[in-house]
């Protein structure tokens, strides 16, 4: 089957690939239901949504005629204000997924290295693996990364390093101190990556900014989305600060308009409003806290997260509970493609949803 035509002409790496699994839609829970009000706590979106700051922009602007700013010229000096980089470091993504993509085509090739750990974001072999690289897999250690073994699987063949702080689906995160250490390890010709998408929601006293680092490690990129506390993922927009060179480089193979005029106008607008991210980020402790309690009393093991979503062992019983909660109108994340089939991930709602949650979860425990 998979030796005939059109597959057999398909890249090896593309033929290994499985494609990503998003979150259950809660229409499509809703319509096989035949229910409404079905509560998705599946895919890490902000249950506030965006700032209505972001609306009004979007309602205001009528120039979809137009091509967007391919240099997204005013998001860059808004972003260039606020983190202390230069326009010149900034590449701009249709969604941080889109930069990581960017940085496996212009770094990696058939037969060079890429190594991430055991339970990352699975963006990473996507990429990896679609321009023909081999994923080299560290071992995870507490579920989060050991950056000692990470450190350790580097070679001349290593061209890539993901790392994700935190790390999505375990919301686990590298303290500032190891991190700075394995940056001054890594060889200097290998490009390292540190994914921020989640670092507006991070509060731990030595979790580090990895932007501190970009002039003091050349090789260092740092990407962040607008997807999570923002609220934009429908829109698709985020972005990768580098050097001014690695930056250049991206520039050469991205897609010239690869974000939307919308998507641009929503970004600048979200950042103006810096107190609805924090009003956020409250919330999403708060609410964190909470299911954590919920957990303990009902002797859960959860993976202790500084993130919006907690992981929860539910031992054997994962598949069957997600199915029993999916009947209640509740989506969360089954973890078997992260190699985590006793877990499920749960992003965290407002107080309402997280209601529904305790509610469904508490009629079968
Ligand atoms: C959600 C997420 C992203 C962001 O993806 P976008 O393409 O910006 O929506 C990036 N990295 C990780 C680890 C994530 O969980």
Redesign the pocket.
Known sequence: MTSQFPFDRALPGVRELQPYQPGKPAEELERELGISGAVKLAS?ENPRGCSPAVLSAIREYSDIGLYPDANGFSLKQALSRQLGVEPAQITLGN????V?DLLARVFVGPGDDVVFSEHA?L?YPLVTRAVGGNAVVTPAADWGHDLLAMSKALTSRTKLVFI?NP??PTGTYSPATQLEQFLAEVPGNIVVVI?E??FEYVSADDYPNALHWCTRFPNLVV?R????IHGL?GL?I?FGVASKEITDLLNRVRQPFNVNALALVAAEAALNDAEHAVRCARDNEEQRARLARFCVERGLEYIPSVANFLTVAFGDHAGEINSKLLHKGVIVRPLENYGMPHHLRITIGRDREMDRLFDALGSFL
């Open positions: 890490n969604g941080s997924n889109d990581l974001f963006v994700a790390n999505n994914d998408a989640y990407t989305t607008f997807s999570k993922a698709r985020g």
